[in-house]
């Protein structure tokens, strides 16, 4: 399965868009690109996945770039409970989260 | 419905010892996984199963660990014996059956078990 390559960490202000991006230049056609996040010692939790077009919930927004390689995680207004660890897997037969993003919103 | 429910929520043992961690998925989820987290290696998938069959246990690190699913509703991963190595936080989670496309569900996690071996 691909891996993915993400900043360690990021900071925003509190109301703005919270951009995290993700690389994943060895994805392959028929993996999607999905996002979790961990606040402090949780369980993970869901937030969005995608496989080509880009994707937006009640939570965030997927942009996955044409050639898929990469994409970017958009928090439309960052709070200070979005806080957290966010990772950006890629899933084929194999969940790989590896450290992911360490996202801190200041107030 | 009360989610993930893993047990113990921390557990303290002495290198040697065999340690049990249980794991109760969400009703009608088809996949159930375990997961460990620590600092150096971040969150690492050990096992998943699938209608209660082991589907990849690629992830386990080696023989002293073990997972079974005997039913729907019940999952264990053993440590045999446990060394200092082994202490992590250890996740469980469940998802639904893959979606149409492939794509797998949005997976549900436990709290946690916090393992620490001395």
């Known amino acids: 399965d691909a891996k993915t390559t993400q900043p360690t960490s990021m900071d925003c202000a509190e109301g703005r868009a919270a951009n995290l991006p993700c690389n994943h230049s060895?994805?392959?056609?028929?993996?999607?690109v999905y996002w979790y996040r961990q606040i402090h010692s949780q369980g993970p939790q869901y937030i969005i996945h995608?496989?080509?077009n880009n994707e937006t919930n009640e939570m965030a927004s997927l942009i996955i770039t044409e050639d898929r390689k990469s994409s970017t995680l958009i928090l439309p207004h960052a709070t200070l409970r979005d806080t957290a660890v966010y990772y950006c897997?890629?899933?084929?037969?194999?969940?790989?989260f590896g450290t992911g993003t360490s996202l801190t919103v200041i107030p | 419905d009360a989610g993930v429910i893993q047990s113990p929520r921390h557990e303290v043992t002495e290198m040697g010892q065999e340690v049990t961690l249980r794991c109760k998925p969400i009703?009608?989820?088809?996949?159930l996984f375990w997961y460990r987290q620590t600092m150096m290696r971040g969150l690492e998938l050990l096992i998943y199963?699938?209608?209660?069959?082991?589907?990849?246990d690629s992830g386990m690190p080696e023989d002293r660990f073990s997972a079974k699913m005997p039913n729907a509703s019940f999952s264990t991963l053993k440590i045999q014996p446990s060394e200092p190595r082994d202490s992590a936080v250890y996740f469980c989670?469940?998802?639904?059956?893959?979606?149409?496309?492939?794509?797998?569900?949005?997976?549900?996690f436990g709290p946690g078990t916090r393992l620490t071996v001395l």
């Open positions: 989670a469940s998802s639904r059956e893959r979606l149409a496309g492939g794509s797998y569900n949005e997976q549900f």
């Open positions: 060895t994805i392959s056609g028929n993996e999607y």
């Open positions: 995608g496989l080509k």
């Open positions: 897997i890629i899933t084929g037969n194999q969940f790989y």
């Open positions: 009703s009608g989820h088809d996949y």
């Open positions: 199963f699938n209608n209660n069959v082991p589907i990849d």
